[in-house]
């Protein structure tokens, strides 16, 4: 059992655990975290799964978690791994189940004393136009040839059937396009979950809010982003939905049974992988590629649906233009030290600073938009991604608040109407969620202090406050 002893404090918000704490692991663990958050984060075992993954074969530096950690399939949530690519391993649960879920940030040219009026209208129109839900299918429904097509394009397959512009593509993580992904590796199975589920938000803590900016830190950023104080904002939160799932489960066993190929011994058979390089590896990869592009083009197409009723309810020629698009669980091939690496990460978000080639050419002087989401009813936060940044996380922060209480403890501890009356009466939120049970299992109440956690990044230096978001109406599944 760790304790607050087993800790080097590093540096203010920075703890590691020693290399020589397990004989078994190649490199330290480290992890962001206040003075304040340690007692949660020592009551469950995600700093034991951080350990686990110190473990993997070709791991680069120091195992690695944000503040959001917390428990998850193998990896804890919050959780970095950077792996040299020439003699490491991938595995899925550095990875996730819902492949590429991630968050996407729209920024509008109202404000809010011009939309307070409409806004319960557009809540439910967005509501009737985006289906939300466990397993709920869409009204886009493909052939496997169109399958096949958004798996190989991504977003980009999204616009050229006309759901964009072209210019949106510029402001997505990897322009919404995984190049390396193979539809051949997706499973019959997988592809017949997701047939019908583009354009879904899905259910759990994936969420659509209309939100307002309450608070701008830096204006010269801001400006740059387009953001500024009373703006109307709408942040879509969602994934791969269950083709992603699937596409984890079927690899998560094939390469847990050929780990013994390789003479791989891991403490943990949730962290089940094989070597990059390896046949199983690059199967793996190009999947989860594909499944990235599901997931892209699954926003792309969520985003053209919020655009429609934004028009229907607002009759506006003021449209939405994305700020960013991230990826929050995902496996990339990234340079650092002069080495490729496989970095995965998992519940953690791309942080890269100013002049990364990557980035589009209005950001280069900026840094990264990076979008930090809170929990249902607390606010959200667009940051900007410093140098320090690559210099000591591979390039990545948290992806949100994280989970301080289970789904089930959550339901057992919570009161629906107490909930309900303080979200909609106290705090003038309108709320359009699919069931009581989610509304409980993504109560604030079940997430860690979203201003606590985005002080750790901002104070640490690896991303600067840019602006704070709070909601106006929340959809969820």
């Known amino acids: 059992m760790l304790t607050k002893q087993n800790l080097t404090k590093i540096a203010p918000n920075l703890w590691e655990i020693p290399k020589d704490f397990r004989q078994d692991m190649r490199v330290p663990a480290r992890f962001y975290a206040s003075e304040k958050m340690l007692a949660q984060i020592l009551s469950d075992r995600s700093l034991a799964q951080l350990i686990n993954v110190a473990t993997l074969p070709g791991i680069a530096k120091y195992a690695l978690a944000m503040p959001d950690i917390h428990e998850g399939y193998g990896f804890p949530i919050g959780g970095v791994a950077a792996i040299d690519a020439q003699t490491g391993v991938i595995s899925p649960g550095g990875v996730g189940y819902d492949i590429n879920c991630g968050v996407r940030l729209l920024t509008s040219e109202l404000s809010y004393p011009e939309i307070k009026d409409r806004l319960t209208d557009l809540a439910n129109q967005i509501q009737r136009d985006v289906p939300s839900g466990v ?7 493909l052939s496997a040839k169109e399958l096949d097509g958004v798996l190989q394009r991504g977003a980009r397959w999204a616009i050229q059937k006309k759901y964009g512009q072209e210019s949106d593509l510029e402001y997505l993580e990897e322009n919404g396009e995984f190049k390396t ?20 938000l899905g259910a759990g803590n994936h969420f659509l809010e209309i939100q307002k900016v309450e608070e701008v830190f830096d204006a010269d950023l801001a400006k740059i982003f387009n953001v500024r104080k009373n703006q109307i904002t709408v942040m879509i939160h969602t994934g791969s939905r269950g083709l ?30 094989a070597p990059f390089k390896s046949d199983e590896g690059q ?64 519940g953690a978000t791309r ?30 936060y667009l940051l900007a991604g410093r ?22 403890a959550a339901k057992k501890e919570l009161d629906y109407n107490r909930l309900k009356a303080k979200l909609e009466k ?19 109440q079940a997430y860690k202090d979203i201003d606590e956690v985005v002080g750790v990044v901002h104070q640490s230096g690896l991303a600067k406050k840019v602006a704070r978001l709070v909601p106006l109406a929340v959809i969820k599944g």
């Open 135 to 141: 397993g709920r299918g869409g009204r886009l429904k």
């Open 181 to 200: 992904a193979d539809p051949a590796l997706v499973s019959e199975h997988a592809k017949k979950r997701g047939l019908d589920q583009l354009g879904t």
């Open 244 to 273: 992603g799932h699937q596409v984890c489960t079927d690899y998560v066993r094939l390469l847990d049974q050929t780990m013994a190929k390789y003479q791989i011994k891991l403490p943990d058979r949730e962290l089940a992988c």
């Open 283 to 346: 199967k793996y990869f190009k999947a989860m590629a594909a499944a990235a592009n599901f997931a892209w083009a699954n926003r792309q197409i969520i985003t053209r649906q919020v655009r429609q009723a934004w028009q229907r309810i607002l009759k506006t020629k003021a449209g939405l233009k994305p700020v960013y698009d991230l990826a929050h669980n995902i496996a990339k091939l990234e340079e650092y030290d002069g080495k490729i690496h496989i970095v995965h990460r998992k």
């Open 351 to 380: 942080c890269f600073g100013p002049n990364h080639p990557a980035l589009p050419k209005i950001y280069q002087a900026a840094g990264q938009p990076v979008i930090i989401p809170g929990s249902m009813g607390t606010a959200s």
């Open 387 to 408: 140098q320090k940044a690559m210099a000591e996380t591979f390039g990545s922060t948290c992806h949100g608040a994280g989970r301080q209480m289970s789904r089930a």
């Open 426 to 444: 106290e705090q003038g939120i309108i709320l359009r969620a699919g069931s009581a049970k989610g509304l409980l299992e993504e109560a604030p």
